[in-house]
């Protein structure tokens, strides 16, 4: 499954679109199949362990004055659905990509974008006049349509619109003037930026397929590093000022300190490998949960060989994430979890980030060197990839 760019390319929307406005595409993917239907949605939603919410509104009002609408939030997991009616409420699960190996596959047509980058695709499943209110999101989102019709406003970064909060568990914003105004079939795909409002109510029962973008802000970022500093026990120099002169002002905190005390914080990310391998680990972490497959007792190069010769495969767990970073020392990095690579193993190492499937061919070639068995080993272990 490609996306049908039409007059464009990935290369033009990464110029022209990406972070910088909205997009659709009419029948970017021809002949599409929803690769989980409303009934599937509805049972992961069930799930105790599988985040869902259903939003809902008395449908009062319209997508112009949703003052009038009174809004509800229940958050999962669900037992029956009937209690909301036949119409103005929506169905969200995320990260289905971890539950439906069908859905996970929506993320290879977008793979003009690094893996690091994807959150999660969340799933919806919306009644006639169902949707979320406008709203902003501070992501990237495109969002496949499958089943059904949906009403889709999109417009551009206002800071005059104004937040307003109809439940506590649901931010929206005013009304907004619509840069694109379409109803959106079956195969359609639309591109949104963050920042940009945007509004959809569904015309008929449809599902929508939204491919989230993570985007840490920085609070998030230097909290975890700090996290990992102080959990490495580094950045234990302290400020020192052996040059300093007479000071003429000792009220005073000069410019030449603050700009002294600048310095000692960015010398703190001099440690170049320290913060790769945080950026790595920082960048793989699920948000969501993951359904791993950790044996029950350790596997062994035994016992491995033994997988090898009953010919059977290895098979990556739904959702992971992983990262193969090309510094002068490459590093592997799995949901998280680092992964000592030598000379001998970088290969194997791709595959891995690459989240593709190990067939026993591959595993005969490479189970030849003792240290990609061990790789081998050590992932197993960790339920990232499976034995089937």
């Known amino acids: 499954m490609n996306i049908q760019w039409g007059e464009l390319s990935a290369e033009i929307f990464l110029k022209e679109y990406w972070q910088k406005k909205p997009l659709f595409i009419k029948g970017a993917f021809a002949n599409f199949e929803d690769p989980i239907d409303a009934n599937e949605l509805a049972g992961l939603a069930m799930e105790e362990h599988i985040e869902s919410r259903i939003i809902a509104h008395n449908g009062e009002g319209n997508s112009k004055n949703s003052d009038q609408q009174k809004w509800q939030v229940d958050h999962g997991p669900f037992e029956d659905f009937s209690q909301y009616g036949e119409c103005n409420w929506t169905l969200l699960v995320q990260a289905v990509n971890h539950w439906s190996t069908e859905t996970n596959q929506l993320l290879k047509p977008f793979n003009f974008l690094p893996s690091w980058r994807i959150d999660d695709v969340m799933v919806s499943f919306s009644t006639p006049q169902g949707g979320v209110g406008p709203h902003l999101d501070q992501y990237d989102v495109f969002i496949i349509q499958g089943e059904g019709k949906r009403h889709w406003r999109v417009g551009l970064p206002n800071k005059a619109l104004c937040e307003k909060v109809p439940h506590p568990d649901l931010k929206q914003v005013d009304d907004f003037s619509p840069e694109i105004d379409v109803i959106t079939e079956q195969g359609d795909l639309l591109y949104i930026p963050p920042n940009h409002p945007h509004d959809g109510k569904s015309i008929e029962n449809s599902v929508n397929f939204s491919i989230g973008f993570q985007a840490p802000n920085a609070q998030e970022m230097i909290s975890a590093f700090a996290d990992d500093i102080i959990d490495k026990n580094t950045g234990t120099l302290r400020i020192s000022d052996a040059e300093r002169s007479i000071t003429a002002n000792p009220e005073n905190i000069e410019l030449t300190d603050i700009n002294a005390i600048k310095d000692f914080f960015f010398k703190q990310l001099d440690n170049n490998d320290q913060l790769t391998q945080f950026i790595g680990s920082y960048l793989t972490k699920s948000h969501h949960g ?63 980030a690459q989240k593709s499937p190990l067939t026993n061919k591959q595993l005969k070639s490479f189970s030849s060197c003792l240290k990609n068995r061990q790789l081998l080993t050590s992932i197993l272990n960790k339920g990232y990839w499976y034995i089937e």
């Open 290 to 352: 993951l359904e791993l497959l950790v044996p029950v007792t350790p596997i062994t190069d035994q016992q491995l060989i033994d997988i090898i010769d009953e010919n059977l495969n290895l098979i990556p767990v739904n959702g992971i994430k992983a990262a193969y970073i090309p510094t002068t020392c490459p590093q592997l990095v799995i949901n998280g979890d680092y992964f000592a690579l030598e000379q001998a193993t970088l290969e194997l190492a791709q595959v891995f």
